[in-house]
């Protein structure tokens, strides 16, 4: 039996499956299992829990976090100072190095957690019928066939077939993203059902919001769907995020260039320049020292650390620091619907009287907002029919608002208890100027018929107070319009009913996006005290249809609009039926008439994939599977990927995105875990603001590069000189690593706080397979490094002509190297502009206290005598002075004069 079970369990189809079957598949019965059964088939299946996979010792991840090439340039270099006796410099290298491998450290168990994330969904307790028994369970004991009780507030503890159901509506919104709880029914439906359109099934993890239910277990830990989304979080590989390609792809390349030429350098100097090999090997130390950029790493990292904090400013809380350059960098936005570009708030946005069609303004449940008519408000006290209909929404209604005050604004904000749908009615009546205490004491309710899925409507029995003893008896009605439809005869005219003309306004309605309901009301005679199924007859008068959708939040219009103009392409991926979703992207601005469901996506290849996701930007009744190959689609075309979401269903996607954006209000654990970015006001605005911070990030990357990489190849390119043309050595290994030490802790560090560029957020996106140094970087960093070259050399040769000692010719080198660094700090600020305005001073303070500081070290390092001891350094005269400052001054003019070339040819960007 119990074999029988398990095969059943992964081959049949539950929700085509009617509930007598199911229990018969299963070998259960509706009193439930029997305890031993039950024993026995906990020992076979196991518990209902998703098992941890063992965590990585600490003391491994630590280790590979070392395993870096850049990591092993910058642990070489460290080794070489410490043999030079430069503990000082060793210090500073090796502390980068711990840093970054810290940081990584503590990012490293991002997987872990999301999957924990996902156990936490599941519930502790189970009500369940143990032979006919009712009995309170631990939720990990259940086991496919036992039967569990469902009632309002409870959480689903495994995936259930429905057996008998009343008036039950679970909100399944972390698991399909619909908007509104789901109504649930105990007949099957079709095989090929969406997960949000199961209606006979309750998964595990979702929220019973109204009703009571009993189900039988068909499915339990790793099986359910929650259990398979944490299977598909655990299988998705962690991807390489661009700046980190890029930056091993570059130290790659820079450390087989620097050993090749070190090498190069070495056989010359011993074969052909007659060096010995003791002393040449020295010169070569101090070549890869001049030509490592020790430095960069730490750059690089305060660089994102500052982008993280100012995305934490604009509700954006970055969860590994790479993903801020990454996000900078993406081509594709994939996000959810539901609660990110709309509010998550029903609001009736429709209407439709017997003699006209009114607009609703306003959004979600304050009750702030009017109504139009062709463009002109009506008011709704002078409007009969509105009122009527307005009455009968907030009558025949059992949601409530109150206000929060824990609001920023001091009065609060409106909050809902109760269903959302008759949250928007509620909300529309306040609208229309009635109060909930004085209608309802003038109408009190009498008795009521609930809503429940068989019959699809909610029925209450009022009275008129103002008749006095024969007070007059009605009923009010709401529910879905087809059913509504049928119950009447008229409309508020006294007309008889036209039911195909509301037909048509329905399916309108319906094709906006809307969810249409129907309100009617009917008399009944004096004295009636109570109501039943019997007194619902087609003799009603239809007050009107309300058009209700969860609208779109204005500042994600906007967003969506800043993103395109980017270059960066918005795609909705939502578990919403198409039209809904079709509506809702047309109204932020996306390409949504074509839109793509999950059942078209399950029948294309991937090429045919690819060709119809360029037809729309519209994904509907997406399954978690669906958004892992449509990132995965979008990736193959090379497009660099964000996924933004907050619910379970998205973590699979979120973490194999390039870059996963989690919401932190609605968001589910889950999603937040999985996702390298949270944005904490849920808002997809957000996300411009992150987008653009992303870019500025890495321009002050780029810049950093443009900035040290000149320096190190100029330090380079003098040693070189030196060599191979058998002249002194201008500089000591020592003071290399002075210059790099005092310019990376002052200059370089400023480029980080630059503010973004002009007509930033007018760019495409970067290509992911652009190199981090390109031609025209590497044009600059080649024309600066020579000039650098020219000067330092013609500043040592100078100062050797008039007889200077080499302690004085090495100085005045050192500060002909920073005094130019110095003045080529203010013409990198800017890839292209000119340099020759005041801002280029004051538009980074943070540059400008930098040189201040840059200046007073030169000035100990060149006159204070234990400086002099320790670099073997002598105080330079006025002379020296004016030449070093003349040659920054031409240096200065030849790189500005670079950069009006390059802005007349177009380029405004590097």
Known sequence: MRNSASRTETTVVWHATPADEALRQLASDARGLSTREAKERLASYGPNRLQATPPRPWWRRLLAQFHNLLIYVLLAAACITLWLGHTLDTAVIVGVVVINAIMGLVQEGKAQRALEAVRAMLASHAMVLRQGQRLEIDAADLVPGDVVLLESGTRVPADLRLLRSKNLAIDEAALTGESVPSGKQP????????????????????????????????????????????????????????????????????????????????????????????????????????????????????????????????????????????????????TDKTGTLTRNEMTAVRVMLADATLAVSGAGYTPLGRFELAGSAVQPADHSGLQRLSRCALLCNDARLHRDDAGEDNAGDWVLAGDPTEGALFTLALKAGLALESTSQAFPRRDEIPFESEHRYMATLHHDQAGGQ????????????????????????????????????????????????????????SGTHSIGIAD??????????????????????????????????????????????????????????????????????????????AQTDVVARASPAHKLRLVASLQAQGKL?????????????????????????????????????????DNF????????????VFDNIKKSLLFVLPTNGGEAGVILLAVFAGLAMPVTAAQILWINMVTTVTLAIALAFEPAEGQLMERPPRDPAEPLITRLLFTRIAYVTLLMIAATYAVFEWEMARGSSIELARTAVVNMLVVGELVYLFNTRHFTAHAFAWETITGNLIAFWASVSLVVFQMLFTYAPPMQQLFGTASLGWASWALILGLASVKFLAVEAEKLVLRRMGVHSM
């Open 685 to 696: 605005a957000s996300i411009a603001h992150a987008v653009r911070e992303g870019r500025t």
């Open 470 to 525: 024969a007070s007059r008896a009605f009923i009010l009605l709401k529910g879905a319009p087809e059913r509504v439809l049928d119950l009447c005869v008229k409309d508020t005219t006294g007309a008889p009913l036209d039911r195909a003309a509301w037909q048509a306004r329905v399916d309108q309605a319906a094709g906006d996006g809307q969810r249409v309901l129907a309100l009617a009301e009917c008399e009944l005679p």
């Open 187 to 334: 007949d099957a439906v079709a095989q090929g059902a969406a997960l949000g359109d199961r209606l006979c099934m309750a998964y595990a993890g979702t929220v019973v919001t109204v009703g009571q239910a009993t189900g039988v277990v068909v499915a339990t830990a790793r099986q359910t769907e929650i259990g398979q989304i944490g299977a598909m979080v655990a299988g998705v590989a962690e991807l390489v995020t661009p700046l980190t390609r890029r930056l091993d792809q570059f130290a790659r390349r820079i450390t087989a260039f620097i050993g090749v030429v070190a090498l190069l350098t070495f056989l010359y100097g011993v074969w052909l320049g007659g060096m010995p090999a003791a002393d040449m090997f020295l010169v070569v130390v101090g070549l890869a020292v001049a030509a490592i950029p020790e430095g960069l790493p730490a750059v690089v990292t305060i660089t994102l650390a500052i982008g993280t904090s100012i995305m934490a400013q604009h509700r954006a809380v970055v969860r590994r620091l790479p993903a801020v350059e990454t996000l900078g960098s993406v081509s594709v936005i994939c």
């Open 536 to 613: 619902i007859v087609p003799r009603f008068t239809l007050l009107g249809l309300v058009g209700l959708m969860d609208p779109p939040r204005p500042e994600a219009v906007a967003a969506v609009a800043d993103c395109q103009r980017a270059g960066i392409r918005v795609l909705m991926i939502t578990g919403d039926h198409a039209v809904t979703a079709a509506a809702i992207g047309q109204q932020i601005g996306l390409q949504a008439r074509q839109a793509i469901t999950g059942d078209e996506i399950d029948h294309l290849d991937d090429p045919a994939l690819a060709k119809r996701l």
């Open 641 to 681: 990927v964000a996924m933004t979401g907050d619910g379970v269903n998205d973590a699979p996607a979120l973490k194999a995105a390039n870059i996963g954006v989690a919401m932190g209000q609605r968001g589910t654990d889950a999603a937040r875990e999985a996702a390298d970015l949270v944005l904490t006001d």
